[in-house]
């Protein structure tokens, strides 16, 4: 174990898979940086967020590839290497840009080993940033797991803590599927305790953030910590908690989620997307559907409105679901006759 | 070339009897196209197609009969009645799909060519597209990708002049597809491609160049399509004496049997003797097709993932 | 009222709107067909599903344009136009192209308004076509209605009947948002009484199929037959459904589903969309969380599965939900104890 | 060009500070091109703009202070603070917004021009967009629409020699940005873009001709930024000298001073005068925008839709 931010499990992360397997090539825009300038020498920047620190220099242009801004050409290029038996890793900078590049995604890359009668394998992992909390307004603070989650054929992982930013990633990787990998951009700098060598952590398998008896919080992402801090100020009200981390979303963990529930009785999904066809919609209808007879209250979601993400600090603190949001929700559920 | 002539023309008549379902787009009179780029590949080279794929994927070297099966929507056919028409593949030859996204392979070829160039074995990777496709944005991205990296793609565009039913000289705003093209710095040729053996030529310096690590480049092919966009289409929007002027001048099987024939290459009779051969393979993949069993619902859930 | 098809009174709406307001122009490929070619007069096919036949014949090459295959250039071109003071009318041949051309939508149209402080108007419609039932296989076949649904500051309207067809373009030509209006490709050639002259269906507003007592229905498209259908045949068994179509999926009719929930107490929620995130799990988790204490029994859902739609007949047939599929559930769900 | 210069570098001060939030690109060193361009333009004109507007909007009209309390944040900004620096915008002078996603921008000008030419009174469309924003499929379908619709767009590219960290010779696959677009039969020049002057001849001429009817143009201006890609960006990625060397030959508003004394346009006196106005409405602005009040939390959830 040692103790490192969430940009460097990522980052270390990538170093280590791309030394266990030279088929794994990382690509995307300015993952190097100061490419082309014919004075400087590149690896400037290692992505926007750092997170490609590094990679050029050690792996050589031939594997971590600085690419144009043409994100369909991005992913294109990406499950096309894949097919040819590469295992791409590609940076999309914000997930809000999949609009350009959801075709690769959804049409190509998800559903190639079906249309293709189970022959062909798309080992390709997108890695992009998602979430509001940084003031960049309505098109670089967007979440959109929901988007990839609906899409069959494709995973979708969301780390909520140095370790699982390391472990999921490495499994991704090595994953024989297409892989959505979305980092909040807040969580960069938090750290946390990460094993050591080689870590992997199984898709579909939940982390049981902590563990009570009145109500079972679900999410994922910045807001796993938005939930611990919520029913820390709950447990003072005499309110316990299981927090529930599914990790990912696709596929989902429903056994922990449905345990979960018959014990509590009691479910708040929490998410910072809009509330429509979104994930926190998802778990909700899950429950309702298959644990219906343990329910002892309503199943409430807390999530962003139905509005684009706004610019100003004090609208995107109100867009954003808090803590005391949640407590309230929580406390409302519990309270419920 | 005849074998896909009269897998297309086959298909025109069983569609008709309503045996084959779906979307099905016939490749008949662009074959020379397929066969002249694909005789300069082999299976560890990639191809991607489009929604007009049967050539290629013949040309690639699918299996025929997995291929009939595929179309008539059984569960050993080649993708196991999942894909059908538009998405017709063979990992094992390198034909990495017929794809129903105008545009979609373009992009999907230029991460095979860079998947072939870290392999370094000279392996190239060509795209087909239409006219149509030539205005579709990722195209010109994947053009751009390949062009920078020096990737050893090729892409190559089918100009029959429609896309579904409008005039390619409408659409593309430009002297040519090859001259926007040139402007990405891709080396482009402009061929006849009703002439096996130009497209043949052509190709075969283009592929060599691609091989040497000469990065991509590209060639519009002049073509006619001899059946409408889609089966049922009945093409009112082409000029009236348009496909009979086709069929009799610009028929690449006929050319090509002709110039075959002057050569002296082939006896009339060893082409015959070829021409029987296939309507007997075309015959056998329609019957093994009829007979064969349909897929069940469970079928319907599998290969979604390798695992989950 | 006068009989006519599902698609008669798609055209017809249109010729009617293009008559009434000049601002309105109709674009898209082959929406004249034909175009290019010196040889030919065009207007030969009206789309490929025939839908704006005869509209360049009667308003010229200005206000009904051929377009080039480039879906973001003609979203994008709608949206400019729109920002710009016209009403234009884009065709989307099929919503599974929508993936090349979600960032015109989602970054672009959807968020404009808000974005630019409430100044900014995009009056524009997008018609596309969705569903399974044709045998066009996985990228020709899918219903993408979750994926806009989930998207702030967009519209979406899925009629079910001609009547409603003409109604919801009348409403959608004139609102002054930006609308998906998705017609189901089987739905065309369907017949039914459609009012003359002026009509239009205000959106977020239900249409209740039927009435009964014992379980709610809600579908959209062509799953509403299904829906009359399997009510048909468990009405021989005595059991009774609302059946609900909403219509438009955003703004949603929650009043219209939540009252009948309150009264049946049951809900089954019927789409052709896969699961996950689906607008089935929108409907569902809205009742378990708004009318729980009505519930009677769990909320079920009938939908696609987790897959690509298959190419093959056979599998086709199994994909899309049946009316005995939903006769099956609706049974289940009236007999849970 | 002043008050942009001005706008940007109080910005870059009050940034650092962190009284405004966000992400912000910086105009400084391409005022030359906005102005130039804009001067041809009425408010009927449209333009569109990218990521780094200000400039833009400036130019094209948009009121400083109400931009300024919108970078702000604030209730009264341009856009109540829902947009911020990347979505600056405003319909009634033309400007249809900044736009945070790279290429957004012309195919939204290739509507305004339909929009415009339906209209018949010879208003245009001027898409703003940079470098990198040239490698974007749905930039390249935008010009293929205009070009084979006519339509009265020009498409100004701001080659300022970076896509935030990347140089432009390494992304673009062909001579310059200006040859590639000729290829789409778009009449295309290039040209001096430091030069207030020149970048005002060439744009007069282009707008002339496209309010006549003739179709869409491009441009591509040669320039630099005086700032990082965004605040905070520590430039290692440039040449040592670059910068330096920019501020010293290529500073537009120095070549604007110097020419406009050499022609006796203007006195010293009064461009300081000049100068010293742009300073006082910035202080204006800064402290206005410091002492607006913020917008509320039931602010989040109106206009998102006309009527729902
Ligand atoms: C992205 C996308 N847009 C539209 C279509 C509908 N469509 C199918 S084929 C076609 C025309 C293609 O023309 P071209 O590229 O010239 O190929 P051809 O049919 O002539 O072989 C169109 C518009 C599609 N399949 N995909
Ligand atoms: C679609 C999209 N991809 C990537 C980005 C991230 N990004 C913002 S600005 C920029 C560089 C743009 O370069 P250029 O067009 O030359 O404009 P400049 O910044 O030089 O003004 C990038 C990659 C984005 N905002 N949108
Ligand atoms: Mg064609
Ligand atoms: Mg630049």
Do not use: W
């Not at chain 1, 940086?33 to 920047?45: A, I, L």
């Not at chain 1, 899409?151 to 979708?156: C, D, E």
């Not at chain 1, 939930?227 to 908690?241: K, P, Y």
């Amino acid at each position: 174990m040692t103790e490192i931010t969430f940009r460097e499990a990522l980052t270390n992360t990538l170093h280590q898979e791309m030394a266990r397997d030279e088929n794994v090539i990382v690509l995307g825009e300015d993952v190097v940086g100061g490419t082309g300038n014919p004075h400087v020498e590149p690896d400037f920047v290692g992505g926007v967020f750092g997170v490609t620190a590094g990679l050029y220099t050690k792996f050589g242009v031939e594997r971590c590839i600085d690419m144009p801004i043409s994100e369909a050409g991005i992913v294109g290029t990406a499950a096309g290497a894949a097919l040819a038996g590469k295992r791409p890793v590609a940076e999309i900078m914000f997930c809000d840009f999949m609009g350009l590049c959801l075709d690769q995604l959804m049409n190509q890359a998800a559903k190639f080993r079906y249309m293709f009668g189970g022959k062909a394998t798309c080992p390709m992992v997108i890695r992009t940033t998602y979430g509001a909390g940084m003031n960049a307004a309505s098109q670089h603070s967007q979440s959109l797991h929901p988007l990839v989650t609906m899409i069959p054929g494709l995973k979708v992982v969301i780390p909520s803590t140095p370790a699982d930013a390391k472990g999921l990633l490495t499994t991704a990787i090595r994953d024989d599927d297409p892989v959505i990998f979305f980092e909040h951009k807040t969580l960069y700098t938090i750290s946390g305790d990460v094993p050591d060598g080689d870590y992997t952590v199984p898709f579909g398998k939940a982390r049981i953030v902590s563990e009570g008896e009145d109500c079972t919080l679900v999410a994922t992402g910045r807001m796993v910590s938005f939930c611990e801090n919520a029913a820390q100020a709950l447990s003072e009200d005499g309110i316990s908690c299981d927090i529930i981390d599914p990790r990912t979303t696709s596929p989902l963990d429903e056994d922990a989620i449905l345990d979960s529930v018959e014990k509590t009785g009691r479910l708040v999904v929490v998410d910072e997307t809009p509330p429509r066809c979104s994930f926190a919609c998802d778990v909700a209808a899950l429950a309702a559907s298959e644990v219906f007879s343990s329910l002892k209250a309503p199943i409430k979601q807390v999530t962003a409105p139905h509005s684009p993400v706004p610019f100003a600090k004090e609208l995107e603190a109100a867009y954003v679901p808090s803590p005391a949001k949640i407590k309230d929700i929580v406390e409302q559920t519990v309270n419920y006759k | 070339m005849k074998t896909i002539r009269e897998f297309e023309e086959r298909l025109h008549k069983e569609i008709a009897t309503g045996a084959i379902a779906g979307f099905t787009h016939l490749y008949a009179g662009q074959e020379s196209i397929a066969v002249g780029v694909c005789e300069n590949l082999t299976n560890d080279d990639y191809i991607t197609s489009t929604h007009r794929g049967h050539g290629h994927c013949i040309a690639k070297g699918c299996d025929v009969i997995g291929m009939m099966k595929e179309l008539y929507g059984r569960a050993d056919g080649l993708c196991k009645g999942k894909g059908g028409s538009m998405h017709v593949a063979d990992m094992d030859v390198g034909m990495l799909g017929a794809n129903g996204i105008v545009g979609g392979g373009p992009p999907l070829a230029t991460g095979a060519a860079l998947a072939a160039k870290l392999d370094g074995k000279g392996e190239v990777a060509v795209s087909f597209g239409g006219d149509g496709s030539c205005n579709q944005g990722p195209v010109f991205e994947a053009m751009n990708i390949a062009a920078i990296l020096k990737l050893p793609s090729i892409y190559v565009y089918e100009n029959n002049r429609y896309s579904e039913h409008t005039h390619s000289s409408y659409v593309i705003a430009s002297e040519s597809i090859a001259s926007r093209v040139e402007g990405f710095g891709i080396h482009t040729v402009k061929a006849n491609g009703f002439d096996f053996f130009e497209v043949h030529e052509v190709m075969k310096e283009l592929i060599a160049k691609a091989r040497e690590g000469n990065g991509p480049c590209a060639v519009e092919f002049e073509t006619t399509r001899f059946y409408g966009h889609f089966e049922g289409d009945p093409q009112n929007y082409r000029a009236p004496t348009e496909l009979e002027d086709d069929r009799e001048n610009n028929d690449c099987l006929k050319i090509f049997r002709s110039k075959v024939s002057e050569a002296g290459l082939l006896a009339d009779e060893d082409l015959d003797n070829i021409d029987n051969e296939v309507l007997a393979l075309i015959d056998d993949a329609v019957e093994q097709a009829q007979n064969s069993p349909a897929p069940t619902p469970d079928d319907v859930t599998t290969d979604v993932y390798v695992s989950y």
